[in-house]
């Protein structure tokens, strides 16, 4: 029996080379020391969802019904990494890069070692007696305990929670019976294991380790503006440090779904050259609509990882003053309870227009729209913003909606 080892990033390198030369996974199994198997198991569950209609690019449903409108998905390689057809295909499509993969790899390993009371050598056990039978044989749970007790020394209840954790390469379709449980109470004093994942080398104390082995690059702040209690709609600010240049987007939610796609507008719209520059570090509070950071981070068409988020410590707004601080420009043209229900991005991108081109005198008296400007002209252009004139700027609702 061959020893199990994780795949490392080299591997994992090697096995996005291969698949995109079209290479078979038994030839990419021995180039990599891994029995096929393992390399089609390590593709189907690091693929990921280039799609206009999901946000989660590791949606397990949204990648099956992506494998039930196109067949071609269901057999190796199980992606569309070499498909000759993909460029006029209008279906939903699944790649494996390398670096996306290990970059979902080390934050499921996080989720899945929290809580674990099993040796890695018993997962493995496991993995080649256990999990074939159910697999690939369809013998159920209670099947596989009768038989194999002296494998299986824990309980069912705890079976169906390294499953559901993805500590067995089992899912729920798997199981020919999904037996339910009585949910546990939730433990007050441990935090949410997907939130402890993300903040793993994102914490502020990691952001500044971060900015002092890299002092030249870029930094930008994030943050949300909320409306009255019943008003859904938000807005979300990200600011750029050097300038005090301020994005300001119309959220529908405040929701990690209207986030991501604000920020999928803002790569539509400007250079992935750029993007990667402005945006290289970005630093934010611990609000949920922030959880998901690859997606700000990642280029999903090539792997590249193009920025960095970090986290503030909680009820630490002063971590990012600077945004803080520009929010009160917002605030005294909208204060607190204002409905954004009915608000439009014409409105929002007047807002944003007027406060950035209002002169500061932390930027020696300079607008922070001449200075981004200087900085990146091309993007003025790109993101529709304008110049207004000093004595044009109007810090009036009335102004900024166009009401009279």
Request: hydrophobic letters at 30%; glycine letters at 2%.
């Amino acid at each position: 029996m061959a020893k199990y080892n994780h795949i490392s990033k080299q591997q994992r390198d090697l096995i996005q080379y291969m698949l995109d030369k079209n290479y078979s996974f038994t030839d990419i199994g021995n180039a990599t020391s891994k029995d096929r198997t393992s390399i089609s198991k390590e593709i189907k569950r690091n693929r990921y969802l280039k799609s206009y209609t999901s946000t989660n690019c590791f949606d397990k449903k949204a990648i099956l019904k992506a494998c039930e409108d196109c067949k071609k998905l269901s057999k190796p390689p199980y992606v569309c990494n070499t498909c000759k057809s993909k460029g006029g295909c209008r279906k939903n499509k699944l790649y494996y890069h390398s670096n996306v993969a290990f970059q979902n790899y080390k934050t499921n390993l996080v989720l899945s070692r929290q809580g674990i009371d099993i040796t890695p050598s018993t997962i493995d056990e496991i993995e080649h007696s256990i999990v074939p039978l159910i697999k690939n044989k369809k013998q159920s749970v209670n099947q596989v305990y009768i038989n194999h007790s002296d494998i299986l020394y824990f309980s069912k209840p705890t079976f169906y929670k390294y499953i559901h954790l993805g500590v067995l390469s089992l899912s729920d379709i798997d199981l020919p019976k999904k037996v339910k449980y009585k949910k546990r109470k939730e433990n007050k004093n441990t935090k949410n294991k997907r939130e402890i994942a993300i903040l793993n080398g994102r914490r502020y104390k990691d952001y500044l380790s971060f900015i002092s082995k890299n002092p030249k690059m870029n930094i930008c702040q994030m943050d949300t503006v909320e409306g009255a209690k019943e008003s859904k709609k938000c807005l979300l600010t990200i600011i750029d440090v050097k300038t005090h240049f301020m994005f300001i987007r119309l959220l529908d939610k405040k929701d990690i779904k209207s986030v991501n796609n604000a920020w999928d507008s803002i790569k539509d719209k400007i250079s992935i050259d750029i993007y990667s520059k402005l945006f290289r570090i970005i630093l934010t509070d611990n609000g949920i609509e922030f959880y998901d950071p690859m997606h700000i981070e990642v280029d999903y068409n090539t792997g590249e990882k193009l920025s960095n988020v970090f986290y503030c410590e909680p009820y630490s707004s002063w971590q990012k003053g600077c945004i803080e601080k520009n929010h009160e420009y917002i605030r005294k043209i909208f204060p607190k309870g204002t409905n954004f229900d009915d608000f439009y991005d014409k409105d929002i991108q007047k807002l944003e227009d007027t406060i950035n081109n209002i002169p500061r005198e932390s930027l020696n008296k300079e607008t922070p729209y001449n200075l981004f400007k200087k900085e990146y002209p091309e993007m003025i252009e790109k993101l529709n913003c304008s110049y207004i004139s000093p004595d044009d700027v109007s810090l009036t609702k009335e102004s900024i909606r166009g009401e009279k």
